[in-house]
């Protein structure tokens, strides 16, 4: 499926809500984000042409900032807002009560009717398997559906297994898989494929490794969230770096370029806490890396889909 904003694809680089929802009470990435920083952010985003903000009641205090910004933003029908059920801090899990208390506690956040797509958001295998069963969660996402307060189901999950019930479920609207597909580790591409092929939609997270393919260097990286340091090789993100400063290209650009060359991609979803990383992020996506310094990068680090 082609996610679109009134019928013109959604720009390849989304905001990711996790960063800017940085609080005293909940820290993400580095540090706590001022309301103010975080407002200015998700505006300069949707300025410069993001038309994707994907958020969660999960992430600290992201919902109530992205709800102040894009009041003040004004038209609604000119960008795409997701979020999540299941994680709520109060209304955590997947009954027909905790879905509608998470949606309508959100909807009232976020200052919109609506919601464009939401997230069943990181169920275990159990979970997902009551979720979809008679009288599960997935009848009242349905439901909201109908009401038109939602207008498309997603799962954000990690696990692709989970990805591949929900699309063989025929349910599924749009899928974020996240860490998995990137110049670092590529075990998504089946499923990412497996989308395509039944018109699912992908929303990409988590593709920078938290920082480690950022274009800085990896050595000076500290990650903070997720232990990704069994899943891929830091060593190998420092290689890459330094490969690609000797040949004058952002790795941010030659990994941006890597993940949107596959069709399945509609967007990557940027953690930015900062106008400067929305523009880091944004300046990499359009640096153009020739086809002949992609395809050695490729061959030099053995990247093969």
Request: glycine share 6%; with cysteine.
């Amino acid at each position: 499926m082609l996610l679109t904003v009134n019928d013109t694809p959604v720009f390849p680089i989304s905001l990711g809500g996790a960063g800017i929802g940085s609080s005293k009470d909940n820290i993400f990435f580095q540090g706590i984000v001022s309301e103010k920083q975080a407002v200015e952010t998700v505006l300069f985003a949707l300025e410069n042409g993001i038309n994707l903000i994907d958020t969660s009641p999960f992430y600290g205090n992201s919902e109530k900032k992205i709800g102040i910004a894009i009041n003040e933003y004004g038209r609604r029908e000119s960008y795409i807002l997701s979020t999540k059920i299941g994680t709520h801090p109060t209304f955590k899990g997947y009954s027909d009560y905790n879905i509608r208390q998470s949606i309508d506690n959100s909807l009232k956040t976020l200052q919109t009717s609506y919601i464009d797509i939401l997230h069943v958001h990181d169920p275990s295998f159990d979970e997902f398997k009551t979720i979809m069963e008679k009288n599960g969660g997935i009848e009242t996402l349905l439901r909201l559906k109908e009401e038109k307060l939602i207008r498309n189901i997603g799962l954000g999950v990690r696990n692709h297994d989970l990805h591949r019930k929900f699309i063989s479920s025929g349910y599924a609207d749009v899928i974020l898989p996240y860490l998995d597909y990137n110049v670092l580790r590529t075990t998504a591409y089946s499923l990412l494929r497996e989308s395509s092929e039944n018109n699912v939609a992908v929303t990409l997270g988590s593709a920078l490794c938290m920082g480690l393919l950022s274009g800085k260097n990896p050595a000076n990286t500290k990650i903070l969230h997720y232990d990704i340091a069994t899943d891929v090789s830091i060593e190998k993100a420092i290689q890459m770096y330094e490969w690609c400063k000797i040949k004058n290209v952002n790795l941010m650009s030659v990994n941006y370029k890597f993940i949107l060359d596959n069709p399945a991609v509609n967007t990557i979803i940027i953690g930015a806490s900062s106008k400067k990383e929305v523009q880091e992020s944004l300046t990499a996506y359009k640096e153009k890396v020739h086809f002949t310094v992609m395809d050695s990068f490729l061959k030099e680090f053995n990247i093969v889909n």
